[in-house]
């Protein structure tokens, strides 16, 4: 309950953000009295949806990460049209209308996700971080040919991002991530990356491309080296979970 919360207050920020966008004002008391109005509402919305909705932690979670990558991708796709040439009132109505239509899209997409999934939310936390790997290398791809703009970075980001959830919703589908072991997966993950990056540069790296090989090839083999090391995890999960239905 207590994720809808919070993912429903912060999605009812940026509901409060976009309308006196929408409406086109320039009153500063716009923009923060309907935020505070707001914010409360999808507090409340996302408190009566958890308690009537039937809703588990698995949802709770993509959910509430589902709305940020709508709303994510709502920003990117009118930056990538470029809108140069419009009024800054007019640039602002398209990128607040982009932001709140692509929000419930992202929730509904990662609900859907998550109707597969147990209750608890180990495995979510998997498929978050395949979703972020998606857009660490659709980002790092790119910076491996350095294009001068920056739209291509983004667009990479938004086609590696879906990638990396389908991969990591299809790589974890076997196994139990639960009583902390997504955490050690995810930390392995990350320090993966550091430490790629590490011996890249004791090796004589003396660029960003170099290190960034290195982090792309260090990511990975920590994934799999500590899920590897926390299988054990796993299966005492399943044998205490055994012994209680006895």
């Not at 309308?19 to 409360?40: D, F, N, Q, R, W």
Request: charged residues 15%.
């Amino acid at each position: 309950v207590s994720r809808m919360i919070q993912g429903g207050a912060l999605l009812g920020t940026a509901y409060g953000l976009g309308i006196p966008a929408i409406i086109g004002s320039e009153k500063e008391k716009h923009y923060v009295g309907i935020p505070m109005l707001i914010t409360p509402l999808g507090a409340l919305a996302g408190f009566n949806i958890a308690r009537r909705g039937n809703i588990n932690e698995a949802n709770a979670e993509l959910m509430s990460f589902g709305g940020i990558i709508g709303g994510l991708y709502g920003l990117a796709v009118p930056y990538l049209i470029d809108l140069e040439g419009l009024s800054e009132i007019n640039e602002a109505r398209i990128y607040a209308g982009s932001l709140m239509a692509s929000i419930p899209i992202g929730v509904l997409s990662f609900y859907e996700i998550s109707q597969s999934l147990q209750s608890g939310k180990g495995r979510a936390r998997l498929i978050e971080l395949g979703t972020c790997m998606g857009a660490y290398y659709g980002y790092s791809f790119v910076l491996l040919v350095n294009p001068e703009s920056k739209r291509p970075y983004l667009a990479s980001m938004m086609l590696g991002l879906p990638v990396g959830t389908g991969l990591s919703y299809l790589l974890t589908s076997d196994g139990s991530y639960e009583h902390g072991r997504s955490i050690l997966i995810i930390l392995g993950t990350v320090f993966g990356e550091l430490f790629g990056r590490g011996i890249a540069y004791l090796v004589g790296a003396d660029s960003w491309r170099t290190l960034t090989f290195g982090g792309m090839l260090g990511a990975p083999t920590g994934t799999i080296v500590s899920s590897i090391l926390t299988r054990n995890l796993a299966e005492t999960s399943k044998i205490e979970q055994r012994a209680s239905e006895y």
